[in-house]
C-alpha cells in the first residue's frame, strides 16, 4: 500500500482586515470592513467582529454598512498586502518546495517529504504558524491531512488561529457529522435537493444509495460529492511555477450571480494588475482570465494583446469578454482571477490596437490620467478614487 501523504491548507484569518487591524491599534476588537467604498464599492475582507453580523467578501458596501453600521470601513492597502504575502509564501516554501496557492491569503502545501527535515505534519503546521506570526504578526489556520480536501475542511472548522489535524484512515468519520455544505460543489440548489431527499451530514450521504442519489441531483455529481464524502480526493499539490506574470484572483464566500457584480471586480483587478505593470515598467502582450464555477471546476482563457497594454480598462474589457465567453447567463462564480503575462519592457513603442484594427490605441490623455490616479493612491490609499462603472 502507498505511504499516505501530508497535505496542509493554511490560509491567513481574515488576511486584509487583520493587516489593518494590526497596523491600526484602534481597530483591534472593532468590526473593520476592508473595501465596499463608494456607491458601487465592494467588500474585499471583512473582520471576524464584522462577519459576525453577516458582512462577507463582494457584498456591496452599502448592505455591509447596513448589516453592521458601526463597522468602521478602510481603503485596501494592496502594495501591503502583497508584501505580507510574500512573506508568507517565504515561510512556506522554506518548509516544501510543492506549494500550490489558491489566492493571496492561502495556499496547499505537500510536506510528505518534509518529515525527515521537520517532522510530521503537526509539528510542521505548528512551525509554519509559528513562523507566520513571528514574522507578520498575523495568524494562519491550519488543516492537515492525508488529501487536500479534508485538510481544506479542517482549516476553515475553527478559525481563526487554528490547528485541526485528521489522521490518515480517520477521514470518513470526521467528515461525517459535518452538514453536506461543507462538500465541494454543493452549492445552495445542490444542498437544497440532498436534504429534501432527508441528507443533512455528510456521512448520510456517504451511506446513501448511489443509484437514488444520481437520479436525483445527476451521475457525475453524485460520484463526486460520494467520493468526497468518504474522504477521497487524490489530486496532486501542483506548485505555482509561472514566471514573468502578474496577476490577481479573489476567492468569494459565497457565489457571484449578478454580471455587473462580477464585472465590478474584473474591473478592481484590472486595476490592480494594471498599477503593479506601470510600478514594474511593465506592459502585458497576454491576459488571462481566471473563473471558477462549483463544483470548484477551474476554466482559464487567456488573448493576445496587440500592441502589449498597461492599461487598466483595456485588461479589464478583455477580461470581461473572456469571461463572456466561458460563463451562461447568472452562472455561480466562486472565484474570478485577472492576469498579464507575456511582459515586456514598458519603453517599447506602443501602437496597433487591442481588439483589432476598429480599436484605437489607449489615448495619451486616459494615460495621464490614469498616473494621476496611481500617484493619488500611492498618497493616500486605494481608496481615495475610483472609477464610476
Given at each position: 500500500?502507498?505511504e499516505?501523504r501530508?497535505?496542509?491548507?493554511?490560509?491567513?484569518?481574515?488576511?486584509?482586515?487583520a493587516?489593518?487591524?494590526?497596523?491600526?491599534p484602534r481597530?483591534?476588537?472593532?468590526p473593520?470592513v476592508?473595501g465596499?467604498?463608494g456607491?458601487?464599492?465592494?467588500?474585499?475582507?471583512?473582520?471576524?467582529?464584522?462577519?459576525?453580523?453577516?458582512?462577507?467578501?463582494?457584498?456591496?458596501?452599502?448592505?455591509?454598512?447596513?448589516?453592521?453600521p458601526d463597522a468602521v470601513?478602510?481603503?485596501?492597502r494592496?502594495?501591503?498586502?502583497?508584501r505580507?504575502a510574500?512573506?508568507?509564501?517565504?515561510?512556506?516554501?522554506?518548509?516544501?518546495?510543492?506549494?500550490?496557492?489558491?489566492?493571496l491569503?492561502e495556499?496547499?502545501l505537500?510536506?510528505?517529504g518534509?518529515?525527515?527535515?521537520?517532522?510530521?505534519g503537526?509539528a510542521i503546521?505548528?512551525?509554519?504558524?509559528a513562523?507566520?506570526?513571528?514574522?507578520?504578526?498575523?495568524?494562519?489556520?491550519?488543516?492537515v491531512a492525508?488529501n487536500?480536501?479534508?485538510?481544506?475542511v479542517?482549516?476553515?472548522l475553527?478559525k481563526?488561529d487554528?490547528l485541526?489535524?485528521?489522521?490518515?484512515?480517520t477521514?470518513?468519520?470526521?467528515?461525517a457529522?459535518?452538514?453536506?455544505?461543507?462538500?465541494?460543489?454543493?452549492?445552495p440548489?445542490?444542498?437544497?435537493?440532498?436534504?429534501?431527499?432527508?441528507?443533512?451530514?455528510?456521512?448520510?450521504?456517504?451511506?446513501?444509495?448511489?443509484q437514488l442519489?444520481?437520479?436525483?441531483?445527476?451521475e457525475?455529481?453524485?460520484?463526486?460529492?460520494?467520493?468526497?464524502?468518504?474522504?477521497?480526493?487524490?489530486?496532486?499539490?501542483?506548485?505555482?511555477?509561472?514566471?514573468?506574470?502578474?496577476?490577481?484572483?479573489t476567492?468569494?464566500?459565497r457565489?457571484?450571480r449578478?454580471?455587473?457584480?462580477?464585472?465590478r471586480?474584473?474591473?478592481?483587478l484590472?486595476?490592480s494588475?494594471?498599477?503593479?505593470?506601470r510600478?514594474?515598467?511593465?506592459?502585458?502582450?497576454?491576459v488571462?482570465?481566471k473563473?471558477?464555477?462549483?463544483?470548484?471546476r477551474t476554466?482559464?482563457?487567456?488573448?493576445?494583446?496587440?500592441?502589449?497594454t498597461?492599461?487598466?480598462?483595456?485588461?479589464a474589457a478583455?477580461a470581461?469578454?473572456?469571461?463572456?465567453?466561458?460563463?451562461?447567463?447568472r452562472?455561480?462564480?466562486?472565484?474570478l482571477?485577472?492576469?498579464?503575462?507575456?511582459?515586456?519592457?514598458?519603453?517599447?513603442?506602443?501602437?496597433?490596437?487591442?481588439?483589432?484594427?476598429d480599436?484605437?490605441?489607449?489615448?495619451?490623455r486616459?494615460?495621464?490620467?490614469?498616473?494621476a490616479?496611481?500617484?493619488?493612491r500611492?498618497?493616500?490609499?486605494?481608496?481615495?478614487?475610483?472609477?464610476?462603472g
Open positions: 500500500m502507498a499516505h501530508t497535505i496542509l491548507h493554511a490560509d491567513l484569518d481574515a488576511f486584509y482586515a493587516v489593518e487591524q494590526r497596523d491600526d481597530l483591534r476588537g472593532r473593520v476592508v465596499g467604498m456607491r458601487r464599492g465592494v467588500v474585499s475582507t471583512a473582520s471576524y467582529e464584522a462577519r459576525r453580523f453577516g458582512v462577507r467578501s463582494a457584498m456591496p458596501g452599502s448592505e455591509a454598512r447596513r448589516r453592521c470601513f478602510v481603503s485596501p494592496m502594495e501591503v498586502y502583497l505580507e510574500q512573506v508568507v509564501r517565504e515561510v512556506f516554501e522554506s518548509l516544501t518546495p510543492l506549494v500550490e496557492p489558491l489566492s491569503d495556499a496547499f505537500d510536506v510528505t518534509s518529515a525527515a527535515l521537520f517532522g510530521d503537526p503546521a505548528a512551525r509554519l504558524r513562523e507566520v506570526l513571528e514574522r507578520t504578526g498575523l495568524t494562519v489556520s491550519v488543516g492525508a487536500k480536501f479534508v485538510a481544506k479542517a482549516s476553515d475553527r481563526p487554528a485541526v489535524v485528521v489522521p490518515a484512515g477521514e470518513a468519520a470526521f467528515l457529522p459535518l452538514g453536506v455544505e461543507r462538500l465541494w460543489g454543493a452549492g440548489v445542490t444542498v437544497d435537493r440532498l436534504r429534501a431527499l432527508g441528507l443533512a451530514t455528510v456521512g448520510e450521504l456517504a451511506d446513501f444509495p448511489a442519489l444520481a437520479a436525483r441531483i445527476g457525475r455529481a453524485a460520484r463526486h460529492l460520494q467520493c468526497l464524502a468518504r474522504g477521497e480526493d487524490d489530486r496532486p499539490v501542483v506548485p505555482d511555477r509561472e514566471a514573468k506574470s502578474i496577476s490577481r484572483e476567492t468569494f464566500e457565489d457571484l449578478d454580471d455587473e457584480a462580477c464585472h471586480v474584473l474591473l478592481e484590472a486595476e494588475v494594471g498599477r503593479r505593470l510600478r514594474a515598467g511593465k506592459r502585458s502582450a497576454s488571462r482570465l473563473v471558477r464555477f462549483p463544483p470548484f476554466v482559464t482563457r487567456q488573448a493576445a494583446v496587440d500592441p502589449p498597461d492599461d487598466d480598462l483595456q485588461i478583455l470581461r469578454r473572456l469571461l463572456g465567453q466561458v460563463r451562461s447567463s452562472q455561480p462564480v466562486r472565484l482571477g485577472v492576469g498579464a503575462a507575456e511582459l515586456i519592457d514598458g519603453d517599447v513603442p506602443r501602437q496597433g490596437s487591442l481588439f483589432g484594427e480599436a484605437p490605441a489607449v489615448d495619451p486616459r494615460a495621464r490620467l490614469t498616473q490616479v496611481d500617484d493619488l500611492e498618497r493616500f490609499g486605494d481608496g481615495v478614487i475610483r472609477r464610476g
